[in-house]
């Protein structure tokens, strides 16, 4: 709570957010600066502000103020009431224009200024309009650019969250983008439609149905607020706009002709991204086959596995853990709010974090059960996280992860003295926190979240914990725990031992760029001719880069140029340009090392000359679906010769792969693997449950379209 809120413009949006703010307690006192006293006079009327002035003396001593007038007057007001705030006063706006904004009011400013735009309104405008409620459950974008405070970012989140807004994080650009197609072409459209209808000499006031209705609704917007956002994002509009006259035309064009099939192709694409993008019964996505070059430069999320590690050393050693470069994928997120239930305060802002750990002693009791979504890595980390603790907790996820083994989890952590319940061998969990004890672990399978999830009960046993696995896996863990102050022994055998107790201590962490995500794009590049892309800062840890390997053994054409190591983890650019590939043999050590990668590197097999015989996977039968099984029915559907194997596949490649639709069962890989494998196909491919790629990174598919965009 903070002690005064000032608003600059008391009308539809600031009148409403001075509501909800004394709602929600935010506030103690609420003041309001305003051009009219006419309206002025309706919020003090209202209730809406404790005070109201036309003079900016109003805003002394104000914690934060929010600049809720129109955009093209945002930094003229910023002018104005500068000279009255406090040098620490945080500033934000409503303004659903960013670019301009943010680079205008900094430089008045500062770096207390925080650009906002809560995405919520109605064709109505000033105080009498203001609504309490207008804000609940509804998107905020936050726009923080370089020069912005983290902590003044943080006061603005937590304002918007207090009035019941969803909070995301952007930067001006892309957010100005988006909205250009969100918002402010559905302006446009809306304004010229209603222009149409009332140019029209036929009588059709009997005839204006609902779907008109909806359309028109926003044209009774006010002029004067449109005028300028149009103008404000005048060049990102002229874009959009550009594009929809050319889809229209499409239409126009097809129906004068009597194209039937061309009207019913479009609407029925239309109609596919309907469903995927608002909640509908279908998430299909139709990748079309590449006809040009694959070309450009693709940042691949930040290394997932890096992230899920950083944030929970961090929930559990002693200070503020800043992670920056988190993927913004569903997986690092499940971490976050897995540990809000724990009771540990984390600042997201886009990819970076700030973990206010204290301690094992820190983590509290959930009050509910803790939603791990879709992460596996999350649940079976957190099993080990929780083990120690005086508590009991539950952890559950989707349907996905509560398929996936979790008995598995179970006899390791037992060694120390954990109680863990599953049902059926299966989430959700139940762990039954208790005192520990150092104990010798060898895990049946090589597995880096068992292998952690063991090493985070030893930190808090008593004793010398050691973890043997009968191959090595990812080795984050041992690479990363010493950045917070842990001594971890690697044994001549691979052991990896630390002593408990310990205290963690605070650490900064850059995440590298996520290895995994690479091999799509380096696969994509390979098969579509003439291609070349370049994925910059990717972490080439060499337990993670099975898949890379393998691709250079099928030929190939991958550069890696070296730079310096991001922490513990060597990092490199790589560049991918478009070669033949041939069959090879992926099995044992290298099997592991590209397990994540198997359905990209199916995919692979499909295109190369000759046969590829991968083994021992059966670890792949466990994953968010039996990806063995689900690769090849997908492969055999696109017209690939596939032999099904208990631990493996033999992928006969060199033929063309056909158009189909696939089944992917909700595993994010799938979906993303056969999207790169529509690339070189002779017709569309059709994904089922293609919005399980956010999963991974929600960017991917627009990435690709980018990527496929760049010679036309």
Do not use: Y
């Not at 309706?42 to 005070?51: E, K, M």
């Not at 971490?335 to 886009?350: A, K, M, S, W, Y």
């Not at 879709?374 to 603790?389: F, I, K, P, V």
């Amino acid at each position: 709570m903070i002690r005064k809120l000032g608003i600059v413009g008391v009308g539809l949006i600031g009148g409403s957010a001075a509501m909800a703010a004394r709602r929600a307690g935010f506030a103690a006192e609420v003041v309001g600066l305003g051009r009219t006293q006419e309206n002025l006079d309706t919020a003090l009327s209202r209730g809406i502000v404790d005070a109201a002035s036309r003079d900016p003396e109003i805003l002394a001593d104000c914690d934060l103020v929010l600049l809720a007038t129109p955009v093209r007057t945002l930094a003229l007001n910023a002018e104005q009431i500068v000279g009255q705030l406090r040098p620490d006063t945080v500033v934000t706006d409503g303004g659903s224009v960013k670019v301009e904004v943010v680079r205008d009011c900094e430089a008045i400013l500062g770096s207390r200024f925080v650009g906002s735009h809560p995405i919520a309104g109605t064709e109505d405008s000033g105080a009498a309009a203001a609504d309490e409620s207008l804000f609940l459950d509804a998107v905020c974008v936050v726009t923080p650019s370089s020069e912005t405070d983290p902590a003044a970012t943080v006061l603005v989140r937590q304002f918007w969250e207090a009035l019941g807004m969803r909070v995301v994080s952007m930067d001006p650009p892309s957010h100005d983008r988006a909205l250009g197609v969100t918002s402010h072409l559905p302006h446009l459209l809306a304004f010229a439609l209603a222009g149409v209808a009332a140019g029209e000499r036929t009588a059709i006031g009997e005839l204006l149905g609902p779907s008109f209705r909806d359309m028109t609704r926003i044209a009774a917007s006010s002029p004067e607020m449109w005028r300028d956002i149009l103008l404000a994002n005048a060049s990102t509009l002229s874009d959009v706009a550009g594009r929809f006259a050319e889809e229209l035309e499409a239409l126009r064009l097809a129906a004068t002709r009597g194209d039937g099939a061309a009207l019913e192709s479009r609407i029925r694409r239309a109609g596919d991204w309907k469903r995927q993008t608002t909640g509908g019964t279908e998430t299909t996505a139709e990748i079309q086959p590449s006809s040009t070059p694959l070309q450009g430069n693709v940042r691949v999320p930040g290394d997932k596995s890096i992230g899920h590690r950083a944030l929970l050393f961090g929930g559990i050693a002693q200070g503020v853990t800043r992670v920056r470069g988190l993927s913004p994928g569903a997986d690092n997120a499940s971490t976050v709010e897995v540990l809000r239930g724990l009771g540990i305060q984390v600042d997201r802002n886009g990819d970076e974090a700030l973990v206010h750990g204290g301690g094992f002693e820190g983590l509290r009791m959930p009050a509910a059960t803790l939603d791990c979504g879709n992460s596996g890595t999350t649940m079976r980390l957190c099993a080990g996280l929780l083990a120690g603790r005086p508590f009991s907790s539950r952890l559950d996820g989707d349907a996905s992860l509560r398929s996936r083994p979790m008995a598995r989890v179970q006899g390791p952590l037992a060694a120390l003295g954990a109680v863990i319940e599953t049902e059926d061998g299966h989430a959700p969990l139940v762990v039954r926190g208790r005192s520990l004890k150092g104990a010798d672990v060898t895990l049946s399978v090589a597995s880096a979240q068992l292998k952690t999830s063991v090493l985070l009960a030893g930190l808090q046993a008593e004793g010398r914990t050691v973890v043997r696995e009968p191959l090595r896996s990812r080795d984050h863990t041992e690479r990363l725990l010493p950045h917070f102050g842990v001594l971890v022994e690697v044994a001549n055998d691979g052991g990896i031992a630390v002593q408990g107790p310990v205290t963690l201590r605070a650490a900064d962490v850059d995440v590298p760029g996520d290895p995994s995500a690479a091999a799509f794009w380096a696969v994509a590049a390979s098969i579509v001719p003439g291609s070349e892309v370049h994925i910059p800062d990717v972490a080439m840890n060499p337990t993670r880069i099975g898949a890379l390997d393998v691709l250079v053994a099928m030929g190939a054409d991958l550069t890696r140029t070296d730079k310096p190591s991001v922490g513990a983890e060597p990092v490199a650019d790589l560049t991918v340009r478009s070669a033949a590939l041939r069959g090879v043999e992926v099995a044992g050590e290298t099997m592991v090392r590209a397990i994540d990668e198997f359905p990209i590197l199916a995919v692979a097999a499909a295109f190369a000359d000759g046969e590829t015989v991968f083994a021992d996977g059966a670890e792949l039968r466990h994953k968010e679906s039996d990806r063995l099984a689900t690769m090849a029915a997908g492969l055999q559907r696109m017209g690939v010769a596939v032999r099904e194997q208990p631990d493996g596949l033999v992928v006969e490649g060199g033929g063309r792969l056909a158009g189909a639709t696939v089944e992917t069962f909700g595993d994010h890989r799938i979906a993303m693997a056969f999207a790169v494998a529509a690339l070189g196909a002779s017709g569309p491919v059709r994904i089922e449950d293609a919005d399980s790629i956010a999963v991974s990174d929600p960017r991917f598919l627009a990435v690709l379209e980018t990527l496929r965009a760049e010679l036309r």
